[in-house]
């Protein structure tokens, strides 16, 4: 029962983790806006810093697509690669009032998701 404990924490701590990512995230898309904004509003606009701000969102627009997918191809009901949040949701869904032990499937999606959330921080 203690590994149950255990591992219901640590589905917690991977919700709250994305949830602030994903908060961030939204911060710095609006921050970008902003400043992209007010580059195009100036007389002669900077182009190295508006390459540079089309570059941030380039990544930005990657890192949306590993966290929550590609909307677009979703509403239109193609297939579409498993998410960071849709792995957070299955794995609160399988821990939410389960009695017997943790199924390893569900431990191997935390284990995968720890090497692959380190992948896109080392960028």
Known sequence: MKDNIAFCQKVADLRKATSAAGDIFN???TRIAHAKS???DMPASPKNLLEKTAAIQKKMNAINLSFNGDATRAKREFETAT???DRVGI???TVWNITSSIPKAAKQITTSHRDNSAKYWKK
């Open 27 to 29: 911060e710095m898309n």
């Open 38 to 40: 007010a580059m195009l």
């Open 91 to 93: 794995l609160e869904y």
């Open 83 to 85: 998410t960071v949040n």
